[in-house]
Structures are given as structure tokens and as C-alpha cells.
């Protein structure tokens, strides 16, 4: 669906605007494991001011129509009160998680904070997410590649793919 090339150019566009918007500021980019990991290095390598870098990862325990139950694996090491925070995520689906994310780090007196994702599927959104920085709008399908994966496989593919149907429908 999208090439490396493709998607390489888009990155450095995106941390482009991030260092101007943040220039002067106390930036923390904090990548969601583990889908972020590769688009969150590739961003974090061409963001050009002083920056902070943090891991964040959690484990959907429950999901009902706009609510999930989320149990933190690792949280933030970072001290957070203070800094502007850019969540860096693989996809926006649905938006449950992000939006528990997003309630939690307002409890903890950030300056602000924002998302950077590298794809979003607006068609399934179910509860309403603000991304300041996306990188593609796609279409309804699984996609896989650049960190996103199906039960853990393809996370390395360079670009972002669509999974077969075949694969998952069986
Ligand atoms: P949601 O926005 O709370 O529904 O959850 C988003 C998370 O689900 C993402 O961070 C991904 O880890 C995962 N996800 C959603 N759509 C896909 C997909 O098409 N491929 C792989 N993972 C996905
Ligand atoms: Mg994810």
C-alpha cells in the first residue's frame, strides 16, 4: 500500500514540522510499543531540535464500544510534569486506546499533549481523536509492515502492506 520510499519522505516532512513547532520548547517523544517502534526511531533520527525519548506499552484487557480497559505493561520513566509531550503511535483505529492514554497523561500535568501517527483509519473511528501530525489516511483493511503486525509477524516489512484475507478469515 505504501512504499519505504514513500513512507521515509512523509517522516522526515512530519518531524520537519515538530521541530518547528517545538523549537524552544521541553519536547518528550514518547513511542508506543511496540507498533511505533520503527516509524517513532525513523521520526525521532530526523527531528532536529533537543528532544527527550520515552517507551510507553500497554495491554487491552477489555474493549466495549468506546471504553477500554488498559493495563500498563511499562509506563513513563520520564518526568512529565512540565514538558510537551508528542504520543507517537503506528495507527488510530478505533481511538480507544489513545483516548485512555491521553485521559491518563492529563492527570499527570504535562504542558500539552499531542499525537504524531503514522496512519489512521477515520472510517473506524469510535471514540473522537485530535492528531496533530498523521501521516496517511487508509482505507479499511488490516495493514501490516513498519512495526504494525498480525499476531506479532511482519512488524519488519519496510513498507505497509494489506494483509490477505485469506490469512485472517478462515
Ligand atoms: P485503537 O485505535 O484503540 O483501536 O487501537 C489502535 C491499535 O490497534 C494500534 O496502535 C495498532 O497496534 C492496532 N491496530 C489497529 N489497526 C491495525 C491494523 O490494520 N494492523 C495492525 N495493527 C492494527
Ligand atoms: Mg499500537
Known amino acids: 500500500l505504501i512504499s519505504k520510499e514513500v513512507l521515509e519522505a512523509k517522516t522526515k516532512e512530519l518531524a520537519e514540522r515538530i521541530s518547528r513547532d517545538y523549537k524552544g520548547k ?3 517523544v514518547v513511542g508506543v510499543l511496540k ?3 520503527i516509524f517513532a526511531s525513523e521520526l525521532i533520527k530526523n527531528i532536529t531540535i533537543p528532544c527527550e525519548i ?10 466495549s464500544e468506546t471504553t477500554g480497559v488498559v493495563r500498563i505493561l511499562k509506563d513513563l520513566d520520564s518526568e512529565i510534569s512540565g ?4 504520543i507517537v503511535e503506528d495507527i488510530v483505529d478505533s481511538g480507544v486506546t489513545l483516548s ?9 500535568n504535562a504542558s500539552s499533549v499531542e499525537i504524531a501517527s503514522l496512519l489512521t483509519k477515520p472510517s473506524r473511528r ?3 481523536i485530535d492528531c496533530k501530525y498523521v501521516g496517511f489516511e487508509t482505507p ?4 501490516v509492515g513498519y512495526g504494525l503486525d498480525y499476531a506479532e509477524k511482519y512488524r519488519n516489512l519496510p513498507f505497509i502492506g494489506i494483509l490477505k484475507r485469506e490469512v485472517y478469515e478462515k
Open 126 to 128: 469510535k471514540v473522537d
Open 140 to 143: 479499511d483493511e488490516f495493514l
Open 26 to 28: 521541553d519536547l518528550l
Open 100 to 108: 485512555y492514554l491521553l485521559n491518563y497523561l492529563k492527570t499527570r
Open 83 to 86: 514538558k510537551h509531550i508528542l
Open 54 to 63: 520515552d517507551l510507553w506499552q500497554y495491554l487491552v484487557m477489555e474493549v
Open 35 to 37: 507498533g511505533s517502534v
